[in-house]
């Protein structure tokens, strides 16, 4: 069965540090990759996805992610994390063609950053 | 635009009780999904639909049932509610198109205690 796997239950920075969150799928046919943001209390958001060409995409917020496919990998990145982007992200896949089209989730990552 | 929009927010349940969680979508997606969403669990899709009149199970539909009789209405009922089933549901919608799977847009959730 198709799975995704978010490396960090809970990451904790201080204002301006960089960010790296890890996602990898295991599906070896071609997929849809999105990052969602939930906000304490809020519904998902989209942050970024990507379906096709350039790997390296940009999100809303300064957020981007690398798609590497050899590697079955989707990290989220920022150069520099606000207290603001305190929230928890979930890396989701897509299977391209799937009938169902519904996401599949990592188990989401927390991040808290401190001012 | 409203989006998804969810009915209630929150409710409390005692055991062996019914209700319904309402869901409304006003993009004329085609796709609608609900979705439970446990502490450090992810999101779990329970059942979706592709289309007025058409739906199927997702990974956890036991205790569930839904309907679709429009595009825009998506309803889950909770036949007999058990303790298992408290937890934040989410209600998404998307467009699924030639190009596959558009992003999903989510609802700001019902959280339902079941006591």
């Known amino acids: 069965a198709q799975s995704v796997s978010q490396h960090n239950h809970h990451v904790i920075l201080s204002e301006a540090a960089s960010l790296e969150l890890g996602c990898n799928y295991s599906?070896?046919?071609?997929?849809?990759l999105f990052w969602y943001v939930q906000y304490p209390g809020q519904h998902l958001q989209l942050l970024l996805k990507y379906f096709s060409g350039d790997p390296l995409v940009k999100g809303i917020k300064g957020f981007e992610a690398e798609f590497i496919k050899s590697k079955f990998s989707f990290n989220l990145r920022k150069p520099s994390v606000q207290w603001s982007d305190t929230a928890e992200y979930f890396c989701a896949v897509s299977l391209y063609g799937g009938s169902q089209g519904n996401l599949i989730f990592g188990k989401g990552t927390k991040l808290s950053v401190k001012p | 635009n409203a989006g998804v929009t969810q009915t209630p927010k929150f409710r409390i349940l005692k055991i062996g009780q019914s209700m319904t969680l309402q869901c409304t979508q006003d993009m004329n997606h085609n796709y609608m999904y609900w979705y439970r969403q446990d502490p450090g669990m992810g999101l779990k899709l329970i059942y979706y639909s592709v289309g007025a009149g058409i739906t199927d199970k997702g990974e956890v539909p036991n205790g569930y049932n839904v309907s679709r009789s429009t595009t825009e209405d998506f309803p889950l009922r909770l036949e007999l509610a058990a303790p298992s089933q408290t937890s934040v549901y989410f209600c998404?919608?998307?467009?699924?198109?030639?190009?596959?799977?558009?992003?999903?847009?989510f609802g700001d959730g019902t959280r339902l205690s079941i006591l």
């Open positions: 599906y070896g046919g071609t997929v849809n």
């Open positions: 998404a919608s998307s467009y699924r198109g030639r190009v596959g799977n558009q992003p999903q847009h």
